[in-house]
């Protein structure tokens, strides 16, 4: 299966007029230079060049924030149905903010509608070129079709703000009952809330704008744990155990929290203690119910039973880096990604274990740190990075480079995509900003929303649905 790779940036020269006084205009007097892809970390701009976004690659791209920078967020699940495909769409969202005075931060719970889009041919069976009798004005009538279809104007954001001492390291909802999430703050404190009369009144609101959001909601939280020495990243809830959920921070200490009731947990006040440095984050198996990983400065990875005690049950060199972000494989629960702060990022199979190397795939393609890494939950073999070097990148890990196809590609194309030639072939999309984290959205197969410091994305790559697997499959 060939590449089929289109980078939304792509570098453009703008047109220079004369530098003698001949009256000559910038059209005539300089040609036009065909858009190439841009590559980060490798390519520099040239004076009187810039950088635009290809519009073309996706089928949706919507960006909005909600004043302060966020560091984290999360998707949260809702009613509306899964797998759903037909714009506009609606999404929720949790997510803490990172603000200048720690008095100043929240938590926002909003709901995004209206979220327009269409769905583009990867590679277009028909242009205005070949067919000289279509004129631009019925071409520009046939898109503005298409996007009515699946919705049109801006989407509507719907905001409530929930009053959070210090800034929001990381938040989680938990997948089985979405309006409980989990925060970890900078003060070293981890709270649970429950989120439920905030997302309830954002279900039922219609009104357009942006709700609540010069109002802070004084809300006091579920449970307010401060056993943890240190302030953390890690956290997780576990995807098999309804309300059963793993911290930890940035000593070396891992917390096991036990529901009680719905509302009420038993935090184990031993910790769980295998790394030499801060824990960085944190996975619960796909379909273990007392298995979890956990990834260190110190530059592995281990493996713990909550059934064997304190101790990792294994442990395995993953990195010559701090190793910052894992992510369990929930369609083949024997595969884990991990990412660097070198900037690379392996592919583990536990299955491997034994032979004392579980590392399958290892890329070098980002320049900095990897800040987030998260497999799709509709095809186990597509996963997305998000890096410090400005990029979301996605990756299809069963394609291998295939000449023939290529070149009839590039053929169909007429070479237009302009793509360079050691482009790993596994990589299918490229998305810039300067990253923090992202998501997959569960529901709506080939959505990702991410966070930067200017805001939140949410993206449709135009080449991703057509590896999603069909409602026949």
Known sequence: MARTLKNPKKAKRKNKGSKKGDGASASSSVPTIQPRVWQPGVDELEEGEELQCDSSAYNSLHA????????????????????RKDFPHTVYFVTGTQAE??????????????????????VPTKSVE???????????????????????GAPVLQLRKVAHHGCVNRIRAMTQNP????????????????FSSHLNALAESETEGVQGASSVFNQAPLVNFRGHKDEGY??????????????G???????????????????????FVGHSASVEDLQWSP?????????????????????????????FKAHDADVNVVSWNRQ????????????????????????????????????????????????????????????????????????EEEAEFKAQTREQVNAPEDLPPQLLFVHQKDLKELHWHAQIPGMIVSTAADGFNILMPSNIQSTLPSNGS
């Open 101 to 122: 005075k720690a008095s100043w931060n929240s938590i926002g719970v909003f709901k995004v509608s209206n979220v327009s889009g269409k769905r583009r041919e990867l």
């Open 332 to 403: 083949a629960s024997c595969m884990l990604a991990s990412g660097s702060d070198d900037g690379t990022f392996s592919i583990h199979d536990f299955r491997l274990l034994k032979d004392g190397n579980t590392v399958v795939a290892h890329f070098k393609y980002h320049k900095y740190p990897v800040t987030s890494i998260e497999w799709s939950p509709h095809e186990a073999s597509t996963l997305a990075v998000s890096s410090s070097d400005n990029q979301l990148t996605i990756w299809d890990l069963s394609l291998e480079k295939d000449e």
């Open 130 to 152: 070949d067919d000289p009798d279509m004129d631009a004005e019925s071409s520009d009538s046939e898109d503005s079709e298409d996007e009515e279809e699946g919705g049109s």
């Open 64 to 83: 909005f924030h909600i004043g302060w920078p966020c560091l984290s967020f999360d998707i949260v699940r809702d009613s509306l149905g899964s797998d």
């Open 249 to 271: 921070d940035c000593k070396n200490c891992i917390h096991l929290w036990e529901p009680t009731s719905g509302s009420t947990w038993n935090v184990d006040a031993t910790p």
């Open 179 to 194: 309006h409980i999430c989990a925060s970890w703050a900078d003060s070293g404190h981890v709270q649970v809330w429950d």
């Open 287 to 315: 379909t273990e119910p007392h298995a979890f990983v956990s990834c260190s400065v110190d530059g592995t990875i281990a493996i713990w039973d909550i059934r064997l005690g304190k101790s990792p049950a294994a442990s």
């Open 234 to 247: 890690a956290i997780d809830w576990s995807p098999v155990v309804a309300g059963r959920l793993v911290t």
